[in-house]
């Protein structure tokens, strides 16, 4: 017994596990608190654990193991997934900055499809949508790091800071309150 405990086959496969594993624990870590996280920043997360099972190094994982790791994981996220979570996601203030994909966008603009009303139009959203990204981008207005992407800023509740920083865009700021404030828990 005391062979096999201290055999580095049994540190490695230990090992493999762990680096298979950790990712996905720390995703449940980050969703097992009381509010849990919100579901642009789960998504955020599940991108980083995509990229972890298609490029990252695992070791003691051959390469087609690897593979069939990831196809696990993709079939799973194809299941899961909902538009919601990307336009949560696009709308985080810490991940509003980047560039996102056709995809992501498609995802955004079909979820605020849905959430239009009479109050809050489509075209109006949409509208929005183009101005706050042109401003993100550029550091117009507040958008800069300084105001809107400041220490103090990014340490709000993602909700409050579009309720705070998304007032010149009334329509995408009560979509984005929504969308921000849900959030996705373990249990």
């Not at 849990?36 to 070791?59: E, S, T």
């Not at 980047?98 to 489509?122: F, G, I, N, W, Y």
């Amino acid at each position: 017994c005391k062979r096999i405990i201290r055999s580095e086959e049994l540190l490695g496969t230990i090992t493999t596990g762990i680096a298979i594993m950790e990712p996905v624990y720390r995703l449940l870590r980050l969703t097992d608190g009381k509010l849990g996280a919100n579901l642009g920043k789960v998504y955020a997360y599940l991108l980083q654990i995509d990229q972890h099972f298609k490029q990252g190094v695992l070791p003691g994982v051959s390469a087609s193991v690897r593979h069939k790791i990831h196809e696990l994981f993709m079939a799973r996220w194809e299941y899961l997934h909902a538009p919601v979570m990307t336009a949560a996601y696009c709308l985080e203030p810490e991940f509003c900055r980047r560039r996102h994909s056709s995809r992501e966008l498609q995802d955004l603009k079909q979820c605020l499809r849905q959430m239009a009303t009479d109050e809050h139009p489509l075209p109006d959203l949409l509208a929005e949508l183009g101005d706050f990204q042109e401003a993100v981008l550029s550091g117009m207005h507040d958008f800069t790091d300084e105001v809107a992407f400041s220490q103090r800023a990014r340490s709000m509740a993602s909700y409050k800071w579009a309720n705070v920083y998304l007032t010149m865009f009334p329509h995408l700021q009560w979509a984005a309150c929504r969308l921000l404030a849900l959030s996705c828990s373990a249990s």
